[in-house]
């Protein structure tokens, strides 16, 4: 089964760090550019991250530069989130895409809440 699986999730206070995880299973993620999405609740699914798939180029949304770092093993066939400093802001469910020209892939998402 084609499939990938967030993990990493859950709650932590503010300025506190978490590092996500998504791991494909059925496929070969280098094939593969992969993306971290945040959706809050009453809120629209917005980009977070991506990354390519050599891991040689990545992108930040404005709002989580300098705090958020993706990085990708290949070789576990894994891409990682780490988040830093987190905000209240920062609470929504987090699903990865890997994607490329002929398919892509979602996960089923892990929830982050920050809060004290």
């Known amino acids: 089964q084609l499939q990938l699986v967030e993990s990493g999730g859950g709650l932590v206070q503010p300025g506190g760090s978490l590092t996500l995880s998504c791991a494909a299973s059925?496929?070969?993620?280098?094939?593969?550019?992969v993306g971290w999405f945040s959706q809050a609740p009453g809120k629209e699914r917005e980009g977070v991250s991506r990354i390519s798939r050599s891991g040689g180029s990545t992108n930040y949304a404005d709002s989580v530069k300098v705090r958020f770092t993706i990085f990708r093993d290949n070789a576990k066939n894994t891409v990682y989130l780490q988040m830093n400093n987190l905000e209240p802001e920062d609470t929504a469910v987090y699903y990865c895409n890997a994607y490329q020209l002929a398919s892509d892939y979602w996960g089923q998402g892990t929830q982050v809440t920050v809060s004290s």
């Open positions: 059925g496929f070969t993620l280098d094939y593969y550019a």
